[in-house]
């Protein structure tokens, strides 16, 4: 006997949001991947991430100003070690903050081709994660109005909205940092890490085994015969 169909679309809903994503935290080394990842967003999506179509040239030097020991870069990689989602947390300059708590702004870009799993969502609850424990007190969001789907992971995280014609702004307040957050924090990272190098390892496994079947072919003069 199966669920009934509401019960059965909410345990549904409870699996896709438990589904745990790895988030990896990028630094200086990684420029390169980042600067990939933004220049594969359509001229569309790079107005919403920017507020404007940037060009490669504008990407790249944007880019290179990314200052990685203030801020924070977080992003989502497949199996082909591919950045298919990133996040800039950038935090308010300490001479913008008086009372030494820092206000931090959030900023996320996913590929088109990886839309629709909630790595949004979940970049924006790691940032969300990392801000708290570094003793923010509030995350600022400023996007297009247009972009609803940046606006809404706000609003369902409890953000204050504000709309000005064509661009938006969301505040969220952010609760104290606790024990419970910052060994959440730790297991998160250190878990992404080994998701991150078992891909590294199945990526030069992947490579080996294409530069062998290369050099076969190559040995025997013809291509080599399909599996079924």
């Keep these: 006997m199966g669920l009934p169909s509401d019960l059965s679309t909410s345990t549904a809903r409870l699996v896709r949001d438990w589904t745990w994503v790895p988030i990896r935290a990028l630094g200086p080394r990684h420029r390169e991947r980042v600067a990939a990842h933004l220049m594969s967003l359509d001229e569309r999506d790079r107005f919403l991430r920017f507020g404007y179509p940037a060009t490669d040239a504008q990407i790249v030097k944007y880019v290179d100003t990314l200052d990685f020991d203030r801020d924070e870069v977080f992003g989502i990689f497949n199996r082909r070690l591919e950045l298919i989602a990133m996040a800039h947390l950038a935090n308010a300059p300490a001479a913008q903050q ?86 959440g924090e730790i297991m998160e990272a250190q878990a992404a890490e080994i998701d991150y190098q078992l891909k590294v390892q199945a990526h030069r496994v992947n490579e080996f085994l294409e530069t062998l079947s290369e050099v076969k072919t190559h040995i025997n003069g013809k291509a080599p015969i399909a599996s079924e």
């Design 98 to 183: 008086p009372d030494q708590r820092t206000m931090a702004e959030f900023g996320v870009s996913v590929l088109s081709k990886a839309r629709g799993r909630g790595h949004g969502a979940r970049l924006f609850e790691r940032a969300v994660l990392h801000a708290r424990n570094r003793g923010a007190e509030t995350l600022f969001i400023h996007a297009l109005s247009e972009n609803t789907a940046m606006l809404k992971i706000a609003r369902k995280a409890g953000a204050v909205v504000e709309r000005d014609g064509s661009e938006s702004e969301a505040w969220l307040k952010l609760p104290p940092e606790t024990i419970a957050s910052q060994v």
